[in-house]
């Protein structure tokens, strides 16, 4: 995992984001510091995605209060990839709750690559979470609608609520990768054998295959992530999209399993609940205070845009993001215990 944190010294917040100037100011940075990285390679096998220009970076970020900030390449549309398994997952758990959603999808790691078929048979047919490829074929297969043309309206409509506007489809990136889903459709068949997809399971991945081509930009992912902070409200149309229980429950399975088998690290260095797509995408979320959403091609092994985890872990520290930090409340009069009370 590439963080480059080395020597940034870390801020801590327990309550709302610096001001406005303050977070300007360092999303700015962010870009600046990392725009003349030149690590890691676009992705190829979705071929149209090949063709990306490479030097291509926005950083933004949405706080949950409505206010967005953003630098370089942040209206830029690209394809959502995997990270629009987050959000299905957001509105599949607001239709059917939260004990349905689990015993259907799970939400354990499965600690393999997310197109594993390996995990599906020896969990016996169990998706164990909805990041990976089976779960969020399982999951898109529960989207409501009365055929499956309604399920796709369903769920562009719903990452476009979450997006604050109409998102549409990349025609180019669905073609290209309907023509090399031969896996996707492997999985949904080996689903459908053990009773986990009730449907036909080429139309699910057709569906599947069409969330992922929704195009989206980095401005677009700040604010979808800053609505699951932000307690599912739009912090920016105002509009309920799913509910608070739904937002607890999706961002912990993005803390868990989000970043795939690099989850544990991924919160180990940046401690926040995250989500990549192989376009370049990756969207963090601290909840409460809004969201980062950046966009660079170039990924690391792991399928991970390098410029954007920097930028990610450079702004977790800066800002105060990191869920799991903390700081004495009051540092230079510690509390002390009452005359007579032994430490246990």
Known sequence: METDVEGIEQE?????????????????????RYRDVDDGVVADYIPVLATVDPGLYGVCVAESGGAVHGAGDTEVEFSVQSISK???????????????VLERVGVNNTGLPFNSVIAVELNDGHPMNPMVNAGALATTALMPGA?????????????SAFAGRQLELDDEVYRSESATNMRNKAIARLLQSY?????????????????????????????MGATLADGGVNPVTGERVVSGQVCRDTLAVLAATGMYERS??????????????????????????????????????AGNSVRGQRATAYLSR????????????????PARMPEGTESR
């Open 147 to 159: 055929s499956f043309g309604e399920q796709w309206e369903n769920v562009r409509g719903g990452l």
């Open 12 to 32: 801590v917040s327990t309550g709302s984001l610096p001001g406005w100037d303050r977070v300007e100011d360092l999303v700015g940075a962010a870009h600046a």
């Open 86 to 100: 987050a959000f299905v997952y957001a509105l599949v758990c607001e239709e059917f709750g939260h004990q349905d």
């Open 195 to 223: 009773g986990r997809i009730e449907v036909d399971p080429l139309e699910v991945v057709d569906v599947y295959t069409r969330q992922c081509a929704l195009r989206v930009s980095a401005h677009d992912l700040a604010v």
């Open 318 to 333: 800066t800002l105060g993001l990191n869920v799991f930090a903390s700081a004495p409340r009051v540092a230079e009069h």
């Open 264 to 301: 544990g690290e991924w919160l180990f260095e940046i401690g926040l609940p995250a989500k990549s797509g192989v376009a370049g995408g990756i969207v963090a979320v601290a909840p409460g205070k809004g969201a980062i959403g950046t966009f660079s091609p170039p990924l690391d092994p």
